[in-house]
């Protein structure tokens, strides 16, 4: 079996990008949410509208995984939207970043996490931001080892329920992917 491919997504990606944006949150958080409040998020969060303005706009980019012609994960990151005080206009942000459960634990995840980051320093070190549900240990543990830090929290809404986010900072130069 080959190992999965990681690549740039295209707007030819868009609809397989919402179908598993839509398929990674609700394999994730689904069990959080009323019915209602779920789908309106992924109404909201995952259209095709929503996922094409996301590869079309310019300062962002989007990588997807496949593996046997299938898109098992994907990424999405650009400029920094996280209500945080020290968030600076030249800072990047991991605004996504998922891969399905069989796909978990195998280092895919670390690969697709190197692409995103030396993307997102390509014009050198600079503060990167992720926001991470409160509740998401493994999450938060992977981006520890990365080198990025608890700095502030927000009120993260999906429908009428709002979930703990926890804002994590990368600063530059500690730990980036150039030096």
């Not at 600076?88 to 605004?95: D, M, P």
């Not at 995103?116 to 938060?140: K, T």
């Amino acid at each position: 079996m080959q190992p999965p491919v990681i690549r740039r997504a295209q707007l030819s990606d868009a609809a397989a990008l919402s179908e598993l944006g839509a398929r990674t949150f609700t394999e994730t958080f689904a069990h959080l949410y009323p019915p209602q409040d779920l789908s309106a998020f992924l109404d909201q969060a995952y259209s095709l509208e929503r996922t094409c303005a996301d590869l079309a706009h310019p300062g962002k980019a989007q990588w997807i995984v496949e593996a046997g012609g299938q898109a098992v994960g994907y990424a999405l990151a650009g400029p920094c939207e996280l209500p945080h005080p020290d968030v600076a206009a030249a800072s990047g942000e991991l605004k996504r970043f998922y891969l399905l459960k069989p796909w978990q634990g195998g280092g895919v995840g670390g690969r697709l996490f190197d692409e995103v980051m030396a993307w997102l320093e390509q014009d050198g070190p600079r503060d990167l931001w992720i926001g991470v549900w409160s509740e998401n240990y493994g999450a938060r543990r992977f981006y520890a080892r990365h080198g990025f830090e608890k700095v502030g929290e927000y009120g993260f809404q999906v429908g009428n329920t709002v979930d703990r986010e926890f804002i994590l900072r990368r600063v530059a130069h500690a730990g980036s992917t150039k030096g």
